[in-house]
T-cell receptor, first 111, second 112 residues
Framework: QKEVEQNSGPLSVPEGAIASLNCTYS??????FFWYRQYSGKSPELIMF????GDKEDGRFTAQLNKASQYVSLLIRDSQPSDSATYLC???????????FGTGTRLTIIP | KAGVTQTPRYLIKTRGQQVTLSCSPI?????VSWYQQTPGQGLQFLFE???????NKGNFPGRFSGRQFSNSRSEMNVSTLELGDSALYLC???????????FGPGTRLLVL
């Protein structure tokens, strides 16, 4: 079982709709959860991080964490073509700084 | 505030050679981590430095090494290059260990 799992996609969403990206993790010691966006040929760019159960909103982005279910998600409201990218879920565990990444979900916003 | 910078951005080497990559963290950031990204394996952690000390190391052979200087700048070295070392090497900095990491643009290494 991979430590961090994501559906590789591609996920196609119409412009203006809500894109929902999901991530599960296997290590119950995971402490911090991150979403990075990576455009083709570029480096990962931090979108959001979340530490506590529940929702965290930042503009059009909402991160949701459910530690009991070992599940973290990213919602993108009012999707724009510029949101088309690969979204990487990453986790760290207590006492360990390294980011463990999922393989990423490729999102395409259809105009 | 300037972001993480990495040099060189692109590099072509041949098998058996060695390479040194450089990373300058965001001003005020003292922790630097290195990652390798390949299409097959995705993003994998190499090592992490804080206050010139390696705090954490990923599952890579000893050919991969790194260091950090007193000004927090970091270098990583790969000796005896193999074709499979072709990858995007990413450096990420954070203010301190376990704080949010911000990535540089990466160095794309091609080994022929």
């Amino acid at each position: 079982q991979k430590e961090v799992e994501q559906n590789s996609g591609p996920l196609s969403v119409p412009e203006g709709a809500i894109a929902s990206l999901n991530c599960t993790y296997s290590d119950r010691g995971s402490q911090s959860f991150f979403w990075y966006r990576q455009y083709s040929g570029k480096s990962p760019e931090l979108i959001m991080f979340i530490y506590s159960n529940g929702d965290k909103e930042d503009g059009r982005f909402t991160a949701q964490l459910n530690k009991a279910s070992q599940y973290v998600s990213l919602l993108i409201r009012d999707s724009q073509p510029s949101d088309s990218a690969t979204y990487l879920c990453a986790v760290t565990r207590v006492g360990n700084e390294k980011l463990t990444f999922g393989t990423g979900t490729r999102l395409t916003i259809i105009p | 505030k300037a972001g993480v910078t990495q040099t060189p951005r692109y590099l072509i080497k041949t098998r058996g050679q060695q390479v040194t990559l450089s990373c300058s963290p965001i001003s005020g950031h003292r922790s630097v981590s290195w990652y390798q990204q390949t299409p097959g394996q995705g993003l994998q952690f190499l090592f992490e430095y804080f206050s010139e000390t390696q705090r954490n190391k990923g599952n890579f052979p000893g050919r991969f090494s790194g260091r950090q200087f007193s000004n927090s700048r970091s270098e990583m070295n790969v000796s005896t290059l193999e074709l499979g070392d072709s990858a995007l090497y990413l450096c990420a900095s954070s203010k301190a260990p376990q704080e949010t990491q911000y990535f540089g643009p990466g160095t794309r290494l091609l080994v022929l």
